[in-house]
C-alpha cells in the first residue's frame, strides 16, 4: 500500500552506532500504492549520497522471495525448484548445555573429579579447535584433536546418583550451591532432571553457525565431515541425513564425501544471502536457512541424486520437500 523507493544498507564493518554493535540500514517509501513496473533502488556501502553499489530490482522479483540481502550486490536469484539442503538432511542446532564451564571438561579433570566415563561423550570443541575441515576420531571415538572435550550427561535420579556414584553426587551438589547455582539457571530449571542434556546422535556433516564476512579470503560457514562419535555444541549446526539419502550411502559410501565436498564449494554469497548479518561483520546461520540453500550444482555433479518429478521416480520430488520442511 505504499511505493519503496530506495533500501540502502551500510557495510556492517561501517558500523554506524557507537553504542551497539548492529548493521544498519535506510528506508525511503512514498506513502501511495506503487505503479506498475515499478523498480526498487538498492544501495550498499559508503555514505547515502555515493553507496559503492547500486541496483534496481522489479518488485514482481521481491515479492516471492524471503530476503532481500543479496541486493544490490547480486542480481536477481533465479527462481530455484530444485534440490535444496532441506531435502538432504535434517538440521538441527547444536545443544546448549546451560554452562559450558561445568558441563564441558577435559578427560583430565574428569578423573579427577571421580566422574565415571559412562556419564561423559566426547563433543566438539569451539571452531578455532578444530584446524581440518576433516574431523578424524582416535581409538575410541573421540575427535582426534589437540583439544578433546567429553559432555557430562547424566539420566539417572539424584537418589540413584547419591547411591551409586558419589564422587559425581558431590560435583552436581556444588552446582546447586550459591547465588548463581548452575541448577537455577533457566535451560537446567526447565529440565526434567536439571544435570540432563538434549539428547543428539553425533552428526556426518556439520556447519559453523556463525561466521566472520570473508573480506580477507576466508570463508565466513564451514562444513566439516565427521567421522568421530562427538555430538556439538551450539556453535554448530548438525546435518543427519535424511532416509532417501541414507538409502543412497548405504549403496555408497563415497556419496557423503562428494557432497561434503561440495557444500564447502557453494559460493559464500549464496549462503550469507540466506542468512543475517551484524554489525562488525558477523554473519549467522540459522536451521531453517542453511534448509534452504540450493544444491542445483550437486545434482548436476552426483548423478545419483538427479531428481525426476514428472514420474517421480527420483530421490527427491518437490512434494517430499514440502513435506519435511
Not at 282 to 287: A, T
Request: include cysteine.
Amino acid at each position: 500500500k505504499v511505493t519503496l523507493l530506495r533500501i540502502h544498507r551500510f557495510d556492517p564493518n561501517d558500523v554506524q552506532f557507537g553504542d551497539a554493535l548492529v548493521s544498519s540500514a535506510v528506508v525511503w517509501f512514498r506513502n501511495a500504492p506503487p505503479p506498475r513496473d515499478h523498480k526498487i533502488e538498492f544501495t550498499y556501502g559508503g555514505p547515502l549520497s555515493s553507496p559503492h553499489k547500486s541496483l534496481h530490482v522489479a518488485t514482481q522479483d521481491l515479492a516471492p522471495t524471503d530476503k532481500w540481502t543479496r541486493y544490490p550486490r547480486q542480481d536477481v536469484a533465479p527462481r530455484h525448484e530444485g534440490v535444496a539442503v532441506a531435502d538432504l538432511f535434517k538440521i538441527q542446532r547444536g545443544i546448549a548445555t546451560g554452562d559450558n564451564r561445568f558441563f564441558l571438561m577435559t578427560a583430565e579433570r574428569a578423573e579427577d573429579l571421580g566422574i565415571p566415563s559412562e556419564f561423559l561423550r566426547p563433543i566438539l570443541p569451539g571452531t578455532r579447535y578444530v584446524p581440518n575441515d576433516e574431523i578424524a576420531a582416535d581409538r575410541n571415538g573421540a575427535p582426534d584433536l589437540e583439544k578433546q572435550l567429553f559432555l557430562l550427561d547424566c539420566r539417572l535420579t539424584e537418589d540413584e546418583i547419591r547411591q551409586r556414584h558419589p564422587a559425581l553426587w558431590a560435583y552436581l551438589e556444588s552446582g546447586t550451591k550459591g547465588d548463581e547455582a548452575i541448577s537455577a539457571r533457566y535451560l537446567c530449571r526447565t529440565r526434567k532432571l536439571w544435570y540432563s542434556q538434549e539428547t543428539r546422535a553425533p552428526a556426518p556433516i556439520l556447519c559453523t553457525y556463525m561466521g566472520r564476512s570473508d573480506r580477507d579470503g576466508r570463508r565466513p560457514f564451514r562444513f566439516f565431515l565427521n567421522h568421530s562419535q562427538a555430538i556439538a555444541g551450539n556453535v554448530y549446526l548438525m546435518l543427519y541425513p535424511k532416509p532417501a539419502l541414507q538409502a543412497q550411502l548405504a549403496k555408497q559410501p563415497d556419496l557423503l564425501r562428494k557432497i561434503w565436498q561440495y557444500l564447502n564449494q557453494v559460493d559464500p554469497a549464496t549462503l550469507m544471502g540466506e542468512g543475517r548479518v551484524y554489525g562488525g561483520g558477523l554473519h549467522k546461520l540459522e536451521p531453517k536457512e542453511l534448509a534452504k540453500v540450493p544444491l542445483v550444482d550437486v545434482v548436476a555433479a552426483i548423478p545419483s541424486l538427479s531428481v525426476n518429478r514428472n514420474e517421480q521416480l527420483g530421490l527427491f520430488t518437490r512434494k517430499h520437500h514440502e513435506e519435511t520442511r
